[in-house]
């Protein structure tokens, strides 16, 4: 059965260091990967996708995934944290017809 | 332009009572979702419609029963509410197809006292 593990369920970084928030998936055929953010009392946001093609996905707000098979992973990265990068992010593998959600991390970004 | 919407954004309520959750999307999708996020942040999917035929129903109380009257709107009812249902619901949509790519509502607190 499809599923999916975010290791570290809280994150902080200083601002201007580097982000990375990590996922790995359990799938019997070729997954198709999903990163959201939710931020404060709001809905969620796709930040990127992965479904064919080139494994390295750039998504908005200057976050990147890369798809690595042989690791079963789509760890989410981004150069330098910004303030307004806190916010909770999930992970998501697609099967059938839904998505099923990692329990989520919640990035803090000091000043 | 809001993809998609949900009304109320809030809802607080007496234990017992009977409650409704409105969603609307303009994207053209032709599924829709409703989720449960509880305290803390966990994602459930609850149903899911396509062209108003219910292709998805997780374990769910049979006191919350979804409707959908087109494929533009997916309303969430709620009979004699419990303490237990307080969460935040969201709603969302997506084509079939399309990989799954899901666009979310901003949610309904529902608080049950």
């Known amino acids: 059965a499809q599923s999916v593990t975010q290791l570290g369920s809280h994150v902080s970084v200083s601002e201007g260091a580097l982000v990375l928030l990590r996922c790995n998936y359990s799938?019997?055929?070729?997954?198709?990967l999903f990163w959201y953010v939710q931020y404060p009392n709001q809905g969620l946001q796709l930040l990127l996708k992965?479904?064919?093609?080139?494994?390295l996905v750039k998504g908005i707000n200057g976050f990147e995934a890369e798809f690595k098979k042989s690791e079963t992973s789509f760890h989410l990265t981004k150069p330098s944290a910004h303030m307004s990068d806190a916010a909770e992010y999930f992970c998501?593998?697609?099967?059938?017809?839904?998505?099923?959600f990692g329990t989520g991390t919640r990035l803090q970004v000091f000043p | 332009d809001t993809a998609v919407s949900q009304t109320p954004k809030y809802l607080v309520t007496q234990m017992g009572n009977d409650k409704s959750i409105k969603c609307e999307q303009n994207?053209?999708?032709?599924?829709m979702y409703w989720y449960k996020q509880d305290s803390k942040k966990f994602l459930k999917i609850m149903f899911s419609?396509?062209?108003?035929?219910?292709?998805i129903n997780e374990t769910v109380p049979n006191r919350f029963s979804p409707k959908s009257p087109d494929k533009a709107h997916l309303n969430l009812h709620i009979n004699s509410l419990e303490l237990g249902d307080s969460a935040v619901y969201f709603c969302?949509?997506?084509?079939?197809?399309?990989?799954?790519?899901?666009?979310f509502g901003p949610g309904t607190r529902l608080t049950v006292l």
């Open positions: 969302a949509s997506s084509s079939r197809g399309d990989y799954n790519e899901q666009f």
């Open positions: 799938s019997s055929v070729p997954p198709y």
């Open positions: 992965y479904t064919t093609g080139a494994t």
């Open positions: 998501a593998v697609s099967v059938t017809d839904k998505l099923i």
């Open positions: 994207l053209g999708h032709d599924t």
């Open positions: 419609y396509n062209n108003k035929e219910l292709i």
